[in-house]
């Protein structure tokens, strides 16, 4: 049934869920009030374009995909400079940090993440430790940058790995680590990481793997970073790169099912019946596993916000799930993740075929018996539609075709 016009939608957040559930309620033909609460003001950031900005690829105003008149476009009460603060489910409102509150008869939370920072000594208090996930984190580094020699990028994630390309292209001594075993542990296959840690090597990237920061010291230079084995490096600044948390701390986590984030169902819905979650706040359906599992994109949060407010607005959509799958340039390379290379059992097993500097690229591609499960791809990537498709689908695959011989 669709929502009576006098209704209210509350949104919390100003991200690319909370914009796509606006358009979502809006184009499924809800007349009410929609009031979008935020920390920040001003038209939504996309974080996942920070770096192609700082590289010189994209300018300022593109970061901001919906424009500054979105909100006027699509009738929205703003209440900018004052976040959620608590939220009763049950009663239907949301207290603001300001202390007023609003009142719903329907709710979506996309209030996204923040960045983690690690527990080091000297680091969450210094003025010389940036992260990359704001618009003002990004006009921070692009400053400091400017008059940079040397930079501590601290984590080996995407957007460590982005960073420390960018910094390097700029002419900046930069020292990549991590405590894990390799660079991107969440989606590299350790064969992968080695191709990619050589490359980033060869173009004067010094990395260290299995290697912690213990301690950080700021003075009139910049920061004295210390390593084990009494080992210490001054710096310009240090880089956060250790991933993210998503921003649930005014939850009553009695009235709401929290895993590592929010659950919600393919409704977008979560276990309070009126109250909806999307994007970097939630937990939604993993299609390759059937689990409900943090899957942290711009896309896959745009996809969840719509869904959430085609729902609210009181007809039906459903959001299938997604498949993991990251695509990004690195220097004169491009590398690719789909699906899980992480898997281990008995019936698993690896097939890699090419080098990156190859004609066809590097495959490197993970099988639950003969069912394709998880893919890295360095270049050579004009198959990466039917791989997707292959383990989206759960197919078998033929050991005696070639590699890119997928069924489309």
């Given at each position: 049934m669709k929502p009576a016009t006098g209704q209210h939608i509350v949104i919390l957040g100003n991200g690319g869920a909370a914009a796509h559930a606006v358009m979502g309620?809006?184009?499924a033909g809800f007349e009410g009030a929609i009031h979008l609460v935020s920390d920040t003001g001003g038209p939504a950031f996309n974080p996942m374009l920070a770096p192609y900005y700082l590289k010189g690829r994209l300018s300022w105003k593109h970061c901001f995909p919906f424009g500054p008149d979105f909100y006027r476009r699509y009738d929205v009460t703003c209440h900018f400079g004052s976040g959620a603060a608590a939220l009763d489910a049950v009663n239907q409102s949301v207290q603001l940090k300001n202390g007023s509150t609003l009142a719903y008869d329907q709710c979506l939370i996309a209030t996204g993440a923040s960045a983690v920072i690690p527990p080091v000594p000297g680091?969450?208090?210094?003025?010389?430790?940036?992260?990359?996930?704001?618009?003002?984190?990004?006009?921070?580094?692009?400053?400091?940058?400017?008059?940079?020699?040397?930079?501590?990028?601290?984590?080996?994630?995407?957007?460590?790995?982005?960073?420390?390309?960018?910094?390097?292209?700029?002419?900046?001594?930069?020292?990549?680590?991590?405590?894990?075993?390799?660079l991107l542990p969440r989606g590299a296959h350790p064969e992968t990481a080695a191709r990619l840690q050589a490359y980033f090597q060869d173009r004067g990237i010094e990395i260290r793997i299995g290697c912690s920061m213990e301690g950080m010291e700021q003075d009139e230079e910049g920061v004295c970073c210390f390593f084990p084995d009494e080992v210490m490096e001054q710096a310009d600044f240090v880089a956060v790169c250790t991933g993210i948390r998503p921003n649930i701390e005014f939850l009553d986590k009695r009235q709401v099912a929290v895993d590592l984030a929010i659950l919600v169902d393919d409704h977008m819905q979560t276990s309070a019946g009126t109250l909806y979650a999307a994007g970097d706040v939630c937990q939604g359906l993993n299609r390759q596993t059937g689990r409900q599992e943090w899957l942290g994109t711009w896309g896959n949060a745009c996809y969840q916000g719509r869904t959430a407010g085609i729902n609210m607005a009181g007809k039906t959509a459903?959001?299938?799930?997604?498949?993991?799958?990251?695509?990004?340039?690195?220097?004169?390379?491009?590398?690719?993740?789909?699906?899980?290379?992480?898997?281990?059992?008995?019936?698993?097993?690896?097939?890699?075929?090419?080098?990156?500097?190859?004609?066809?690229?590097?495959?490197?591609?993970?099988?639950?018996?003969?069912?394709?499960?998880?893919?890295?791809?360095?270049?050579?990537?004009?198959?990466?539609?039917?791989?997707?498709?292959?383990?989206?689908?759960g197919r078998s695959w033929d050991p005696s075709k070639p590699m890119i011989d997928w069924p489309t």
């Open positions: 309620a809006r184009s680091l969450r208090d210094s003025s010389c430790a940036f992260t990359l996930r704001t618009a003002d984190n990004t006009l921070q580094i692009e400053k400091a940058m400017h008059s940079t020699k040397k930079v501590v990028v601290l984590g080996a994630s995407l957007v460590g790995v982005k960073l420390a390309e960018i910094l390097q292209r700029k002419g900046t001594r930069v020292i990549l680590l991590d405590v894990a075993s390799q459903v959001h299938p799930g997604l498949v993991p799958q990251h695509v990004s340039p690195f220097f004169d390379w491009t590398y690719a993740q789909i699906g899980d290379v992480h898997r281990q059992g008995k019936n698993i097993h690896v097939k890699m075929a090419g080098e990156p500097e190859s004609e066809k690229g590097f495959n490197l591609f993970v099988f639950e018996d003969e069912v394709l499960i998880g893919a890295n791809l360095i270049n050579g990537l004009e198959h990466i539609g039917s791989i997707k498709k292959a383990i989206t689908l």
